[in-house]
Nanobody, 126 residues
Framework: QVQLVESGGGLVQAGVSLRLSCAASGLTANTYGMGWFRQAPGKEREFVAAISWSGGSTSYADSVKGRFTVSRDNDKHTGYLHMKTLKSEDTAVYYC???????????????????WGQGTQVTVSS
């Protein structure tokens, strides 16, 4: 059974940094891309960042470029979203997802991902 477990969310003040983790288990395929998405209250889910299996390809939403960094540790089957200079508009539930895009593939489209975590709440107070 595939499981993605996010952690690291919380209530923080604007301007600080936070790191989210996504631990994957039960995946039979050994190459998968990982994406991060978020959903704020009353809004649709939106793409945040993605990283390929190799780590050589990454993509970011314009709203987080320069502030967020996506990374992964394949030995630990864990992905990370490093968020700095957080803003109130970053408040949302953050989800990680995995999809089978090969060694170097990534996707910004949620529907192309195969498994999703339960989400972790990030609340940024101004």
């Amino acid at each position: 059974q595939v499981q993605l477990v996010e952690s690291g969310g919380g209530l923080v003040q604007a301007g600080v940094s936070l790191r989210l983790s996504c631990a994957a288990s039960g995946l039979t395929a050994n190459t998968y891309g990982m994406g991060w998405f978020r959903q704020a209250p009353g809004k649709e889910r939106e793409f945040v960042a993605a990283i390929s299996w190799s780590g050589g390809s990454t993509s970011y939403a314009d709203s987080v470029k320069g502030r967020f960094t996506v990374s992964r540790d394949n030995d630990k089957h864990t992905g990370y979203l490093h968020m700095k200079t957080l803003k109130s508009e970053d408040t949302a539930v953050y989800y990680c997802a995995v999809g089978f895009f090969g060694v170097a593939g990534i996707s910004e489209i949620g529907a192309e991902y195969d498994y999703w975590g339960q989400g972790t709440q990030v609340t940024v107070s101004s």
